[in-house]
């Protein structure tokens, strides 16, 4: 079958969508090494990123990927003379190949890409989570944690979280939706 997907990045992170599939949205903030990194760089790396976070759900799938980076069209088709840059494209081809996933990649104009951009320009204030010792001190207390249910790849303390959007490693978005029984939360 066949899924419509948005990308984009900005300088403050990457965002993508697909129009299909409970219309899934995929958020990342860039750390400062990120933001440093070319336009290019970081619409590949969005690519990259949003498809890691989709490919249970595009598992065997066609997809038609939208961007406004004419470099990437070519880079996910062709790959690139660039090492960052190509290996973002093998990163992207060996999900492809792993999950059996198609993609046909198109440019679009910037006007058309604008919930994409859009969700790559979100900063999320309310984003914050506890220092690393504070976490242990809780978790010698009452761990060990199985779960943390508020959180992204950036701050997450257990190797399984939810996330306000999805990420990579994100395994469900908005925690108040899951069980939580059988879990320490």
């Given at each position: 079958?066949?899924?419509?997907?948005?990308?984009?990045?900005?300088?403050?992170?990457?965002?993508?969508?697909?129009?299909?599939?409970?219309?899934?949205?995929?958020?990342?903030t860039?750390?400062?090494?990120?933001?440093?990194?070319?336009?290019?760089w970081?619409?590949?790396?969005?690519?990259?990123?949003?498809?890691?976070?989709?490919?249970?759900?595009?598992?065997?799938?066609?997809?038609?990927?939208?961007?406004?980076?004419?470099?990437?069209?070519?880079?996910?088709?062709?790959?690139?003379?660039?090492?960052?840059?190509?290996?973002?494209?093998?990163?992207?081809?060996?999900?492809?190949?792993?999950?059996?996933?198609s993609?046909d990649?198109?440019?679009?104009?910037?006007?058309?890409?604008?919930?994409?951009?859009?969700?790559?320009?979100?900063?999320?204030?309310?984003?914050?989570?506890?220092?690393?010792?504070?976490?242990?001190?809780?978790?010698?207390?009452?761990?060990?944690?199985?779960?943390?249910?508020?959180?992204?790849?950036?701050?997450a303390?257990?190797?399984?979280?939810?996330?306000?959007?999805?990420?990579?490693?994100?395994?469900?978005?908005?925690?108040?939706?899951?069980?939580?029984?059988?879990?320490?939360?």
């Open positions: 079958s066949h899924v419509v997907i948005y990308s984009d990045a900005s300088g403050k992170g990457a965002g993508a969508y697909s129009v299909e599939l409970d219309k899934k949205h995929f958020h990342e860039w750390d400062f090494s990120e933001a440093q990194e070319s336009s290019t970081r619409e590949l790396k969005a690519i990259e990123l949003a498809l890691i976070s989709f490919k249970n759900v595009f598992e065997g799938k066609t997809l038609k990927w939208y961007t406004a980076n004419q470099n990437c069209v070519k880079i996910v088709k062709t790959g690139s003379m660039n090492e960052k840059l190509q290996i973002l494209a093998l990163s992207i081809f060996s999900v492809c190949i792993q999950k059996c996933i993609i990649i198109q440019w679009i104009p910037r006007s058309q890409n604008s919930q994409a951009d859009y969700i790559s320009r979100m900063v999320d204030y309310e984003d914050w989570g506890v220092s690393n010792e504070f976490f242990q001190f809780m978790n010698d207390l009452w761990g060990p944690y199985t779960i943390d249910r508020f959180s992204n790849s950036q701050n303390k257990v190797c399984r979280y939810n996330s306000l959007f999805w990420n990579p490693c994100a395994i469900a978005v908005d925690a108040f939706t899951q069980d939580w029984s059988n879990e320490n939360n």
